[in-house]
């Protein structure tokens, strides 16, 4: 425990290159870089886009306070896709998620993980990742909330992380699977469900 102690005190270096010290919290974006055309995306659509602006701020709030983003984000079984060759679809095509991808755009200092399957940490780097940074403590959004939001937290919650997942900081194509889900977090995963504006990125 001792040396532990001693690792989260001092400076890590992120794969990026920048300096930060370590942090009790990580902010998780599951795949809110999307082009959103599929069967089904109309109707996920409106509530993307409102979460889409909580998080926003959320993010912003999280950068202000040292708290890294990660960027979980499906490969949509492309093996040789490349993460930011998706952002910049999404940011330059007349594609529907166009307008979430504007307001969730990752900065240089964000990291990002390729998933090919629901979990983020379904055989990918993120619990490495995570503990490199130091971070116990996962705010995780995105969507859709009742598959890869909650298996995502499904698999933190598993592996000892403390859970964060604001409901409205999440989006579902109905408001029934979206209730649904946010039961199970609260029961099952002990979860906390507090909204996006009440996260106070503390130790």
């Not at 990742?129 to 959004?141: D, N, T």
Request: glycine share 6%; hydrophobic share 40%.
């Amino acid at each position: 425990m001792a040396k532990r102690g001693k690792r989260r005190a001092r400076e890590t270096r992120n794969v990026t290159g920048a300096k930060g010290a370590p942090h009790d919290y990580a902010l998780l974006l599951v795949d809110v870089i999307n082009e959103l055309e599929f069967q089904g995306a109309d109707k996920l659509y409106p509530q993307a886009l409102r979460m889409a602006r909580r998080v926003a701020a959320l993010k912003q709030r999280a950068a202000e306070a040292g708290v890294p983003c990660i960027y979980v984000n499906d490969n949509f079984g492309q093996w040789r896709s490349d993460f930011r060759a998706l952002v910049e679809r999404c940011l330059q095509r007349e594609v529907r998620g166009k307008p979430i991808a504007r307001l969730l755009a990752p900065g240089e200092n964000d990291f990002f993980v390729l998933k090919p399957l629901h979990s983020g940490f379904y055989t990918t780097t993120l619990d490495l990742l995570l503990r490199e940074l130091g971070s116990r403590k996962l705010v995780i959004c995105g969507m859709a909330t009742e598959g890869c939001v909650l298996f995502t937290a499904s698999d933190a919650y598993i592996r000892g992380f403390e859970v964060f997942v604001p409901n409205e900081g999440c989006a579902s194509e109905s408001s029934t699977r979206r209730r649904h889900a946010r039961d199970i977090r609260k029961k099952m995963l002990k979860a906390d469900t507090r909204a996006c504006a009440r996260i106070r990125f503390t130790s």
